[in-house]
């Protein structure tokens, strides 16, 4: 499974580094985009999934 | 009272300046002739284009022989981009993408308004290899779009423009980030030309949802001269990954800043020479335009190619190079640029919003005086950690800048206490 957050929607809630650090991460500014190419760790695809529902901009999508 | 300030930045003249040929470079693109005006459709004809129609496989094959890579700053290899869009189903687009917004360049232009049905004669090449039934110039210049119209009407006139084939012109914005791929079709499409978040990309869906090529206007030269002459006769230069023939453009510090054209493989010397030298010493350069970030000190010797550019930590680009001399204050320029990314950036990528203000903050704090080491040390960090994060590579240029100006610092702030 892999992920991508876009930049232009991402509004910095911070749900899904808070929630899944192992695919996400910060900038100074609270932004988020995905560590190395966004493959999601297996035990952790729940819980990417879980965050794509959460985030507040519908900025986070599974690409594969 | 208002102070007016004299800006510290080398930007390249709209009309691209003087043109020349670099030493033994083959000349291709600058042709003696060319200094006096625009080529016309005979006279392309005369030299061998609009030749014979090619099979689409075979001169796929040929572009892959050439190791043509796009001209536009990316330098990703043409015959992979060609072939995304060829293996696509159905109809597809093609675009020749003239639009420039790097203020350091003006190739293109000077492309378009002396030997515009050459990009033409690419663009028209592209269009059989993908098989599309639109082709579109993409242009924001007012010259370079008078140019390409008049040489689209010499085209049609000569039944030069395939059956089946819609061929056109399509006016941009002229803003820094309409030149990205995703914003060339927004913009094409009705939309802003605002860049979108990847994927998808346009050889998947560009413009009006179909697959689409989006070549730069040199590129598309290039492939113009590889029908005409072959991929063995393209590769005789260059070095390497990088082979032919690139247009430089050349501002700054020079006694005639202009278009170059020049071997890729050879140093900047060889560049600067051939426009008269430097005239205040060289203090530093900025190679890619402004996205390449600063490198500081003498790098005359710097060998321009894709390979040894990215290894001196910036980016051939587009092949803008722009020569600081000695009484160019490496600082001064940073800061200056550092506003400049502020006030072009899309404002669509809260990353961008952000990073290019604390980039311009941090040089404006330095600039009045703050000598707290803690600005050196974030335009360092945000050089290494803000590239890749926007919807373009926009603020990856931020980030260069922010990385390479903080390194000269803390090097001068090591001189200093030693």
Known sequence: MRVTVDPTKCDGYGTCFAMCPSV??????G?????GDGTVPLEDEEMARRVIALCAEHAIREIS | MTVAVESVLYRASSAGGPSGVVGDTPPRLVLPDTAAGAFGLEQERALGFFGSPVDPAAFLAELERSGLRGRGGAGYPAHRKFAAVAGAHGETVVVANGHEGEPASAKDRWLLTHRPHLVLDGLLL????????????????ADALASVEGAIAEL????????????????????????EESAVCRSIN????????????PYESGVRGLPTLISNVETLAHVAWIRRHGAAAFAEVGSGTSSGTALFTLTGAVERPGVYEMSLGKTIDHLIESAGGATAGIGGLMVGGWFGGLLAGDRSSLVCCYDAVREAGSGLGCAAVTVLGRNDDLVEVAGELSTWFQSESAMQCGVCVSGTNAI???????QRGDTSTVHQENLIRWGDTLTGRGACGFIDGAAALARTAGAELARRSERKES
């Open chain 1, 24 to 29: 996400f991460r910060s900038d100074d500014w």
């Open chain 1, 31 to 35: 932004y988020a985009s995905t560590e």
């Open chain 2, 126 to 141: 592209a269009a059989v290899v993908t098989g599309a039934s639109e082709a579109i110039v993409y242009v924001s210049d």
């Open chain 2, 156 to 179: 049609a006139a000569a039944g030069l423009v395939p059956d089946g084939l819609a061929l056109r012109t399509h006016r941009a914005e002229h803003t820094y980030v309409a030149g």
């Open chain 2, 190 to 201: 009705g939309f802003p030309a605002k860049p979108t978040s990847k994927p998808p990309r």
């Open chain 2, 360 to 366: 311009a903050r941090a040089f404006r704090q330095m």
